[in-house]
């Protein structure tokens, strides 16, 4: 096992059964050949562009020369706060670039290929604002550019949406959020779909393609096979090495979770359509960003590939000034002031003070981040009761004027 000749648990940095039923459990909902679980979403995003646009992915031997520059990623700009911040430091200490692009505009990806170009990274559901990415489009661009197209799914969660089916290549999740359910446990996976096949293009993917050092001077898809190298990678080397690994414990709470998932998405969903509705209505709100809207720009993209709904995450501008918004926070009884979502609390975020806050000016401006935003990620109360809460807290919000008027 040690000499990799056999699969089997060695230490439990890199499996773990309890673990390894997890992994088989996700790959079995995204429809994909397997998956690597991490100790949280971020490392599964880390691990996952580490592994297809680092250094040895730019050397013909596929080892990482100092000499050697890194890879580059092709990312939305409209993304989890953590992802911006792992591309604009972590990762760029690590040498990888990154070009932000409109999400929704595939031309702009297409003209963000340079040489280096391994990975195009999108949210299924986008956050805050709920920017439903179009999978298909942008996997036809990925393909035409020899590029790896990475989704994030986490705001949607398999049952309602398999990016791999829409033609994604590799599927990362925060476990965190809806799959566990609960906000008790961080966890995160990387699933390959089965669509990435790095021995189809053998000199853009050295790295899985040459023989390596590292795993006796075999390749990875000689060791692992085309649909397993990229997991081998991550699992043998960087789980290996960097240490981001997921306790049993936590796997256990996740796997207790997904037993459940359609139900409380059905219910998370349900709660975030009337509520978006509602908000249209408030006098406090001045425009609603959720992709269930009628009318709202994603429509034809929730139709086509969201049968079950487009998730429970939205934002709201509000009316007003800074003392607003500041009145409308304090006001909320019901709805917990916090950073989290897919929990079963209804959460409301300032996302420029808190989940995004160390955006660049450039990148909150494109994210359409404002002062006013205001992010709800609904939970699994009654509708009534976050609706009271909610209308309570606005009109506090409201100037006097408007108050007497509504
Ligand atoms: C929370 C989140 C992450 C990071 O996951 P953690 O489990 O908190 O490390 C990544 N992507 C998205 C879309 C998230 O919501």
Redesign the pocket.
């Known amino acids: 096992m040690f000499a990799q000749r056999e699969a089997g648990f060695t230490y439990s940095r890199t499996g773990n059964p309890t673990v390894g039923l997890l992994e088989r459990r996700l790959a079995a909902l995204e429809g994909g050949a397997g998956a690597v679980a991490t100790s ?4 599964a ?1 880390a691990l996952t562009l580490l592994a297809l646009a680092g250094r040895s992915g730019q050397s013909p031997d596929g080892e990482a020369h100092a000499a050697a520059p890194a890879g580059h990623v092709v990312a939305g700009d409209r993304i ?1 706060g ?2 911006a911040d792992l591309l604009n430091d972590s990762l760029a200490e690590a040498g990888i670039e990154v070009t932000w692009v409109d999400s929704k505009d595939p031309e702009a990806w297409r003209a963000a290929v340079t040489p280096r170009t391994r990975v195009f990274l999108v ?1 299924s559901i986008g ?1 805050p604002h709920g920017d439903l990415a179009d999978i298909p489009v942008l996997a036809e661009v990925a393909r035409a550019s020899g590029v790896a197209l990475v989704v ?1 799914n ?2 949607a969660t398999p049952y309602l949406c398999r990016p791999g089916e829409l033609g994604a290549d590799i599927v990362v999740h ?4 809806y799959l566990t359910g609960n906000g008790t446990t ?3 996976a990387v699933v390959d779909t089965g669509r990435f096949d790095p021995a189809a293009q053998p000199e853009r993917w050295p790295q899985f393609t040459a023989p390596r050092r590292r795993f006796g001077g075999r390749s990875l898809v000689e060791l692992a096979g085309n649909h397993g190298a990229l997991l081998h990678l991550l699992r043998a080397q960087l789980l290996n090495d960097l240490g981001p690994t997921l306790a049993p414990w936590n796997a256990q709470q996740a796997l207790e979770g997904i037993e459940t998932l359609d139900i409380r998405m059905d219910r998370h969903c349900r709660n975030a359509e009337a509520l978006a509705q509602r908000l249209c209505d408030h006098p406090a709100v001045t425009s609603v960003s959720y992709p269930g809207l009628p009318g709202s720009a994603w429509e034809q993209i929730a139709q086509r590939d969201f049968s079950h709904g487009v998730g429970a995450v939205l934002s709201f501008e509000l009316r007003g000034d800074i003392a607003a918004v500041e009145q409308f926070f304090a006001g909320l009884k019901l709805f917990v002031l916090g950073a989290n ?1 897919g929990d079963g609390s209804s959460m409301a975020t300032h996302p420029a003070w808190t989940t995004h806050c160390r955006l660049t000016d450039d990148l909150r401006a494109r994210s359409g981040i404002t002062d006013h935003t205001v992010r709800l990620a609904v939970g699994r109360e009654d509708l009534e009761d976050l609706w009271a809460d909610l209308d309570a807290a606005l009109t506090l919000a409201l100037p006097t004027s408007a108050k007497e008027a509504a």
Do not use: R
């Open positions: 949280s979403g971020q490392a995003v989890y953590g992802t949210e956050n994030d986490t705001l925060s476990v965190t959020k961080l966890a995160g979502l």
